[in-house]
């Protein structure tokens, strides 16, 4: 049976709250994971992923599933200053002990998976991303034809999955930026963040994603020219990180798992 503890407080100022899920066997030596949720930087909430909380619980992890300021109301940085304090927070609160950061992991879903780059690389946190996005720059500078909608469908009458796809990629994008600043993107891209703690680190994408791999495959190969261990799993079809996401926890949680021991 999993505990939950409901709307902690983390940030008074901007008053965000975390929901916490706690194992059965909940002891000192208790995993800590940390799942950020999706939803391209402007939609989604901790109260969409509570099947998710109970699972991992289950799995033997007190997870923590923390909500972040979302745009337009709350442009970047915002939310990756929230994910950083939200792990300041929790590395000095009641619900970890001292020594408690090398028990901590990440599974970020979407825009969730590329909060959880940042801090897998500032913290050393074992972490699987989902469909994180991880280029913003490029992708913007070739695709300056690509009209941002929410539901292109709809409202731009667009009927081809790619145009679509595409389309609310460059919507969220751009709403989470403020404006179509490149600056701005460069430090959004994923590479631009620093990984001199990355330790172990798993990307999940379809073959067909969001949006082409092409990204991808360049930000490992960034990666990998810089020294780190990087696991890459693509999936047959289309599917956008939650789309798969059931299918796919107990290879996420069994690449946790080894890094864990690994790392001990």
Same mark, same amino acid.
């Given at each position: ?10 940030? #008074?100022?901007?008053?965000?709250? $975390? ?6 066997? $909940? ?15 402007? *939609? @989604? ?14 799995? @033997? ?7 972040? *300021?979302? %745009? ?10 929230? !994910? *950083? ?7 000095? #609160?009641?619900? &970890? =002990? ?10 970020? %879903?979407?825009? @969730?998976? &590329?909060? !959880?780059?940042?801090? !897998? ?7 699987? &991303?989902?469909? %994180? ?28 999955? =790619? ?9 969220? $994008?751009? $709403?989470?930026? +403020? ?27 379809? #073959? ?6 092409? @990204? ?10 810089? +020294? ?8 047959? +079809? #289309?599917?956008? !990180? ?19 021991? *690994?790392?001990?």
């Amino acid at each position: 049976m999993v505990v939950i503890k409901q709307n902690v407080i983390y940030d #008074s100022e901007h008053d965000l709250r $975390t929901d916490i899920y706690f194992p059965n066997d $909940t002891s000192s030596k208790t995993k800590i994971l940390v799942f950020w949720h999706g939803g391209g930087f402007i *939609r @989604g909430t901790k109260d969409d992923c509570k099947n998710l909380g109970i699972k991992f619980a289950n799995a @033997g992890f007190m997870t923590l599933i923390p909500d972040y *300021r979302l %745009a337009p109301r709350n442009i970047f940085p915002a939310a990756h200053q929230d !994910a *950083r304090n939200f792990i300041d927070w929790l590395l000095n #609160s009641s619900y &970890t =002990d001292s020594d408690d950061q090398k028990n901590v992991v990440q599974i970020g %879903a979407s825009a @969730g998976g &590329t909060l !959880a780059l940042q801090l !897998a690389g500032f913290y050393g946190f074992p972490t699987v &991303t989902w469909s %994180a996005p991880v280029d913003f720059y490029n992708w913007m500078k070739k695709h300056k034809k690509v009209l941002p909608s929410p539901d292109a469908r709809t409202e731009l009458g667009i009927s081809d999955p =790619d145009e679509i796809a595409a389309s609310f990629y460059k919507y969220f $994008t751009v $709403t989470y930026i +403020g404006s179509n600043n490149y600056e701005a993107l460069q430090e959004l891209d994923a590479d631009s963040y620093d990984y001199h703690n990355l330790n172990q680190l798993m990307l999940i994408n379809s #073959s067909h994603e969001l949006v082409e791999l092409s @990204g991808v495959f360049n930000f490992i190969h960034f990666l990998a020219n810089s +020294g780190h261990e990087i696991q890459l799993l693509t999936l047959p +079809g #289309s599917g956008h !990180a939650m789309a798969y996401a059931n299918d796919y926890i107990d290879e996420s949680l069994d690449f946790l798992y080894q890094a864990i021991k *690994r790392n001990k």
